[in-house]
């Protein structure tokens, strides 16, 4: 099984934190489905002998799509590709765009699975993220969205944010469970250079944010999940009933996957690929029946590296059999070593070769798998 991701990168506006590829003018998107298109032709080998489980698209902002576009593009998917009866197809949407319209034309196409970029219940952190909905405007829609038959839905979540209580985190929380979200993606603040943020930020026009506020609310968002039945099967997510993405477990767990899109990547077998950050760039090449690609093999520490940052962060865990069968020993001893301070001071637990982070260790999921990590 193998997965598709579409990046559609144009927003209505930047907001604070964002350094994803994207553009604030609508201008290309006609001659960039077109583009898209193109490349959906131009790709379609590439998993002629493999099944299709899961479509993700992202950006940006998918649901910016007219009815029009997101037919062209299904039907050049459904052309290109073998798409399982039962693939999950979600498309990432902003509480602005789902009115009640724009949700019986999602309702009436294949997308069976919306994530909500909610990131608050609260005006004055929507204000702060120059987010484009209200807070009332969030609430709403998540209603209309189940109202209309879609229960397979995710809503994102932003903690850290500048004058956000505990209390306010923990109320935006409850909102959530109050409206009986199955899946939850939450995110700490961070500040990415060459945002609006991070000059905030540079100019001192901003505090820098506190890690010990990130930190706490962090360990408040584990508690309540935990609480109101939620697992927590990779760091940032969290789901009710088994309603895991099937999307983004396949990143975690090293399946092949196509990116479709200015400045998607794709991974196939040892070798990652992406397109490049640039519209125009994009529709020129495509236009030219181009692919605007780079390319890198993956060399056996790189693979390494990345299984372990990766596999670390789910509740599936490292195992110790899977190292041995996709490295060679030098690796697997390498890993032992360097992992046993962890799992002595309490931050990784081990269980019958499969290691993972206590809540403690989640704290430190980047410090220890940097710890872990090889050097070619």
Not at 263 to 276: E, I, P, Y
Not at 323 to 338: R, T
Not at 361 to 367: C, Q, T
Request: charged share 25%; proline share 3%.
């Amino acid at each position: 099984m193998a997965g598709i991701y579409i990046h559609i990168p144009f927003c209505k506006k930047a907001c604070t934190y964002c350094d994803f590829h994207f553009s604030t003018s609508l201008k290309m998107k006609a001659d960039f489905v077109e583009a898209l298109i193109q490349e959906i032709e131009l790709r379609k080998s590439v998993f002629s002998h493999q099944v299709i489980s899961s479509i993700y698209f992202g950006g940006g902002t998918p649901s910016l799509l007219t009815e029009e576009e997101l037919s062209h593009i299904f039907e050049k998917l459904h052309q290109s590709f073998k798409i399982d009866d039962d693939a999950e197809i979600t498309l990432e949407a902003n509480p602005d765009d789902l009115t009640e319209e724009k949700i019986q034309i999602l309702r009436a196409s294949p997308i069976n699975r919306l994530s909500i970029g909610v990131q608050s219940f609260r005006d004055d952190d929507l204000r702060f993220m120059q987010r484009a909905h209200g807070a009332d405007e969030a609430y709403k829609c998540i209603k209309l969205v189940q109202q209309a038959g879609f229960h397979n839905i995710s809503v994102d979540l932003i903690y850290g944010t500048p004058g956000m209580t505990d209390e306010a985190w923990i109320q935006n929380l409850q909102t959530c469970f109050e409206l009986h979200v199955p899946h939850i993606s939450s995110y700490a603040l961070t500040v990415e250079e060459k945002t609006p943020l991070h000059q905030q930020i540079k100019t001192k026009k901003l505090a820098p944010l506190s890690e010990e506020q990130s930190a706490r609310q962090f360990e408040l968002l584990m508690r309540e999940m935990s609480h109101h039945g939620y697992e927590q099967y990779e760091i940032s997510n969290f789901c009710k009933s088994n309603s895991y993405s099937k999307h983004n477990s396949s990143y975690w767990k090293k399946e092949n996957y196509l990116g479709l899109g200015p400045s998607a990547h794709s991974f196939l077998g040892n070798v990652r690929l992406w397109n490049v950050s640039n519209n125009m760039k994009y529709i020129k090449s495509l236009s030219k029946k181009e692919l605007p690609l780079e390319a890198e093999n993956l060399s056996q520490v790189d693979r390494y590296n990345e299984y372990i940052m990766t596999s670390l962060r789910t509740k599936w865990g490292c195992s110790i059999q899977q190292l041995s069968a996709d490295h060679p020993e030098e690796l697997v001893a390498y890993f032992k070593q360097e992992i046993h301070c962890h799992v002595e001071e309490g931050s990784v637990i081990e269980n019958r070769g499969i290691y993972t982070l206590s809540d403690s260790g989640k704290l430190l999921a980047d410090r220890i798998s940097s710890d872990l990590f090889s050097i070619d």
